[in-house]
């Protein structure tokens, strides 16, 4: 019996010393950043903005440091188009219903505006999702 529960107690606290040491490693790769140089801050985020360019997205307010871009997706008229013949077949008032929905909000529809900047460190906040 006792031999079980030394097994246990040993799982767990390697357990907890394997938290603990992954804990100080990621306190230590913090305080180890460096602050990069303007030029090169200007460099990372000319970069940065570059290939969000190649990817659709346009510059609305460019600075230094930040940058605000935006960028308006595509009608999906295929799937659209398939809902409403479906509609039409079904129940036609509905059909009308939803071809004047979707006419307003493409009619009024806004392109998706994100802010971005660079910190003395190099890093691009917020976090790019499709980068990582």
Not at 65 to 81: E, P, Q, R
Request: hydrophobic residues 45%; charged residues 25%; aromatic residues 16%.
């Amino acid at each position: 019996m006792n031999r079980i529960v030394n097994s246990i107690k040993n799982f767990f606290s390697s357990f907890i010393g394997n938290v603990s040491g992954a804990r100080a490693q990621k306190e230590a790769s913090e305080i180890q950043k460096v602050e990069v140089s303007s030029e090169r801050r200007k460099q990372i985020f000319r970069s940065f903005l570059t290939s969000r360019v190649a990817e659709g997205w346009a510059i609305e307010i460019e600075n230094e440091y930040d940058a605000v871009l935006s960028k308006k997706y595509g009608f999906k008229w295929f799937g659209k188009l398939i809902i409403f013949l479906i509609l039409l077949f079904l129940f036609a008032p509905l059909a009308l219903f939803y071809l004047i929905i979707i006419i307003v909000r493409g009619v009024t529809a806004k392109p998706s505006r994100t802010h971005f900047s660079i910190d003395e460190f190099g890093d691009i906040y917020p976090p790019y999702w499709r980068d990582f």
